[in-house]
């Protein structure tokens, strides 16, 4: 069932593949495709509180047949177009960047594969609002304490929810979801530089550089969105340059284009709400361009039909939102999202947050470096009058100003050889010339956007996480430079080197992902972040715990057995913690009916979930555990004894005073 999507993606793709498309465009367009199916397919099974393994399973089966009728009367051409293209697809020249290609793409799907969903953000947010969806039938909103869960973006979260759906309830693929995003989202920096006049190894120099990206390569084992954010960016700065190519004449051509570039750029904000922020330079330049070439009536006509389809993606999360948030459809305000803005936006203020923010990528593991860098953003942000250190537009919980020079951990992931290529190459292109007006008008539109996010988040040590879309979008010129700089022996070279050097700096970061790991850590002469754990010497299922919280393995393995030991059906969960890694319990009790209760976001507006639990397990930190004991809160008859998960949680199981909740 999990390949259902895929046929439905193969049969689109070789429908739309023409003899004037070539196959990575109609793969990308398949994928729009699909994605759209995949919106409407769960929202439409929520409305009806339909979603299950067999109601998804219905609905993509049905989606198939339909795409199939569709695509009949083309699939012989498309099959021999796609002939075509695979016998003429690897040139002997090109045989080494097709093969690191092959490498990095195979490598990141033995990461998904072998790991279960381990990284932070899936255990708190990610994977248990899957696990609920599914549970509840419905994408609808639910009792939970904490406010991510609901409020993120949705995008990631629904292809998780169909492949586990898909699945059997097994999350298995999830992780497949950062793949997907990884590998066309490579495939697409390719596209744009080719838009940008690259020839074909100026485009695998940019399908090289974007594959070689450190946080590309973390968040491609993971269910994070950020990767899917990345991608959805590229394909709708890639529909605007299409646009910018040839803007469409008949009505035909506007429905063409209007409806894969609104797909694109809803998927894009339904990732994540800061992809707006990235988008709306390249906006800025397709409203300038189409109405100069159009005119102000259809630039207004056209600009209405890309925005209706983009809501019409995000309808359903954003109604939702609205409802509960006072009509914030993105979440922008909702709890535990408030603080992603920066508070103090005068000039002075939003500069040392840029420089901050911009600076985390250049992070190494070198703390000589590292403070070479941070010195001079220091000295730059005392110079417009600001403190690096001060309180001022910073998460709270990331401390004073400092890099991080964690390259393989998937929150950190700096890239500075990344942008050190994306700035030699737009150094040799101007200083020589070789970018034309249309390349310098995208590059300043990626720059833009870059700033945009770099000032206007909140400075913490895991931007990198969310400067990714901008700086996927810089690295189709490395490319077009690289190209264009052919009879510039020294400054090919200068590019040539510094590709080298991403790449591998790229391998290093696959090989000792520090969640995900192909390689021992013990093969390097010194220790990397985490002991020697991997699939190589550990279970699967054991994975999910060691990887990240071994401290939870045990407590949550006593509660889940004493609960399936008395019989009880109905659990509820009040985590007082709200950050803890929860799934991992979860994943335990999915036999089980589960639901939040106590401390909930929203309770009066929000409906409750008419749990009436036999079991309540709680969660409290190790901290707070002394004051939970003596605050005076009815626990009924505990069920087990109080298990501590080392030093930073402690797990209560009891049974409430007459199945009333706390």
């Known amino acids: 069932m999990p390949l259902i999507p895929a046929g439905v993606w193969a049969l689109a793709l070789l429908g739309t593949l023409t003899h004037r498309r070539r196959v990575r465009e109609a793969a990308l367009l398949a994928l729009t495709y699909t994605a759209a199916v995949l919106v409407a397919i769960t929202e439409i099974l929520s409305a009806i509180h339909a979603i299950?393994?067999?109601?998804?399973?219905?609905a993509w089966t049905f989606a198939l047949v339909a795409t199939l009728l569709w695509a009949r009367p083309r699939l012989s051409a498309g099959v021999q177009r796609m002939r075509e293209a695979v016998a003429g697809a690897c040139r002997p020249g090109d045989r080494t960047a097709t093969a690191?290609?092959?490498?990095?793409?195979?490598?990141?799907?033995?990461?998904?594969?072998?790991?279960?969903?381990?990284?932070?953000?899936?255990?708190?947010?990610?994977?248990?609002?899957?696990?609920?969806?599914?549970?509840?039938?419905?994408?609808?909103?639910?009792?939970?304490?904490?406010?991510?869960?609901?409020?993120?973006?949705?995008?990631t979260a629904y292809t998780v929810l169909n492949l586990m759906g898909l699945a059997g309830g097994s999350d298995r693929l999830a992780n497949l979801a950062g793949w997907l995003a990884y590998v066309f989202a490579v495939m697409t920096a390719s596209l744009i530089a080719m838009r940008l006049g690259a020839g074909r190894r100026g485009q695998l120099v940019a399908a090289l550089a974007a594959a070689a990206t450190p946080m590309a390569l973390l968040q491609a084992s993971t269910t994070q969105t950020d990767m899917t954010t990345a991608l959805w960016c590229l394909a709708t700065a890639y529909g605007i340059l299409c646009f910018v190519d040839a803007p469409p004449r008949s009505l035909r051509e506007h429905i063409g284009w209007a409806l894969p570039t609104g797909v694109a750029l809803g998927l894009a904000g339904g990732a994540k709400a800061s992809a707006y922020l990235v988008l709306a330079p390249f906006a800025l330049w397709l409203a300038v361009t189409a109405l100069r070439r159009l005119g102000v009536a259809r630039t207004v006509a056209l600009g209405s039909a890309v925005i209706a389809v983009a809501l019409a993606v995000n309808l359903g999360g954003y109604v939702r939102n609205a409802r509960v948030l006072d009509g914030d459809p993105i979440g922008s305000q909702a709890p535990g999202m408030a603080h992603i803005l920066v508070?103090?936006?005068?000039?002075?203020?939003?500069?040392?947050?840029?420089?901050?923010?911009?600076?985390?990528?250049?992070?190494?593991?070198?703390?000589?470096?590292?403070?070479?860098?941070?010195?001079?953003?220091?000295?730059?942000?005392?110079?417009?009058g600001q403190d690096a250190d001060g309180p001022s537009n910073?998460?709270?919980?990331?401390?004073?100003?400092?890099l991080d020079g964690r390259v393989t951990n998937h929150d950190v992931g700096p890239a500075p050889l990344t942008v050190t290529?994306?700035?030699?190459?737009?150094?040799?292109g101007g200083l020589t010339?070789?970018?034309?007006?249309?390349?310098?008008?995208?590059?300043?539109?990626?720059?833009?956007?870059?700033?945009?996010?770099?000032?206007?988040?909140?400075?913490?040590?895991?931007?990198?996480?969310?400067?990714?879309?901008?700086?996927?979008?810089?690295?189709?010129?490395?490319?077009?430079?690289?190209?264009?700089?052919?009879?510039?022996?020294?400054?090919?070279?200068?590019?040539?080197?510094?590709?080298?050097?991403?790449?591998?700096?790229g391998a290093f970061v696959l090989a000792f992902n520090s969640t995900n790991r192909l390689v021992p850590p013990t093969m390097l002469p010194s220790a990397l972040e985490m002991r020697d754990l991997g699939w190589w010497n550990t279970r699967y299922d054991d994975l999910r715990f060691r990887v990240l919280a071994p401290e939870m393995e045990e407590p949550s393995r006593a509660v889940?057995?004493?609960?399936?030991?008395?019989?009880?059906?109905?659990?509820?969960?009040?985590?007082?913690?709200?950050?803890?890694?929860?799934?991992?319990?979860?994943?335990?009790l999915r036999d089980h009916e589960v639901g939040y209760v106590g401390g909930t976001v929203l309770p009066d507006r929000i409906d409750s979930s008419g749990l009436r639990p036999e079991a309540i397990v709680e969660i409290v930190s190790a901290e707070d555990y002394p004051a939970v004991l003596a605050d005076g809160t009815p626990r009924g008859g505990l069920l087990l004894e109080p298990q501590h998960a080392g030093e930073y949680y402690v797990i209560l199981l009891y049974q409430p005073h007459d199945g009333d909740r706390p």
């Open 52 to 58: 299950s393994p067999a109601g998804l399973s219905i």
């Open 100 to 155: 690191l290609l092959a490498t990095f793409a195979l490598g990141t799907l033995a990461a998904a594969l072998l790991y279960p969903p381990v990284n932070y953000d899936s255990l708190t947010a990610h994977m248990p609002r899957v696990f609920f969806w599914l549970q509840n039938g419905s994408v609808a909103h639910y009792p939970t304490p904490f406010g991510p869960q609901l409020f993120s973006g949705t995008t």
């Open 343 to 384: 508070t103090d936006r005068g000039p002075a203020a939003l500069a040392a947050t840029a420089l901050k923010n911009a600076s985390m990528l250049l992070g190494s593991p070198s703390e000589a470096a590292n403070g070479v860098v941070s010195s001079a953003v220091r000295a730059l942000v005392r110079a417009i």
């Open 394 to 402: 910073a998460e709270e919980v990331s401390g004073p100003y400092r």
């Open 421 to 428: 290529l994306v700035v030699l190459a737009v150094a040799i």
């Open 433 to 505: 010339r070789r970018l034309d007006r249309r390349t310098t008008a995208y590059l300043a539109c990626a720059a833009v956007a870059l700033v945009l996010i770099a000032a206007l988040v909140s400075w913490n040590l895991f931007i990198n996480r969310i400067l990714l879309p901008p700086l996927a979008l810089m690295v189709p010129a490395i490319g077009v430079v690289y190209e264009r700089a052919h009879p510039l022996r020294v400054a090919r070279a200068a590019l040539a080197i510094a590709l080298a050097l991403a790449l591998a700096w």
């Open 560 to 588: 889940a057995e004493a609960i399936t030991e008395r019989g009880l059906t109905r659990v509820g969960i009040h985590d007082r913690v709200l950050h803890a890694p929860v799934y991992l319990l979860l994943h335990l």
